[in-house]
């Protein structure tokens, strides 16, 4: 992605241009970006504008298998189901995972082992 690009993007926030130089790179870089700081300090508007950045679909399963148990990945509150063609079946319909973004405390998956309880 070009810079003009990243410039539109941040163009509407009252925010440093030098910040915006090093966020170029950073999600060019293919990386993870870790945004952190203080409440209110405009962490998820950042991640916002970044993640429409980005204008490819994301593919991702509806579940997966992990060590015999199934994950559901897929979730209709954040996830839009991408148009499917004709062909293939039902079960290898993809997902789209743009506009991903998770604010606020980290998710925890709750134990169901006996130890947990």
């Given amino acids: ?17 030098d910040f915006v130089r090093q966020i170029g790179p950073a999600v060019n870089s293919g990386r993870a970006i870790l945004l952190y700081g203080l409440p209110g300090n405009g962490k998820t508007s950042i991640a916002e504008r970044v993640g429409r950045l980005f204008t490819d679909i994301i593919y991702i399963p509806y579940c997966v298998d992990v060590e015999g148990q199934i994950v559901k990945v897929f ?6 189901a991408a148009q499917r063609s004709t062909e293939g079946s039902t079960r290898d319909r993809p997902f789209d995972a743009k506009n991903m973004i998770n604010a606020g405390s980290p998710a925890t998956v709750p134990s169901s082992s006996p130890e947990a309880s």
Avoid: E, Q, T
């Fill in 1 to 17: 992605m070009d810079r003009s690009a990243v410039d539109r993007a941040f163009g509407n926030l009252v925010i440093s241009k």
């Fill in 75 to 80: 979730d209709p509150g954040v996830h839009k």
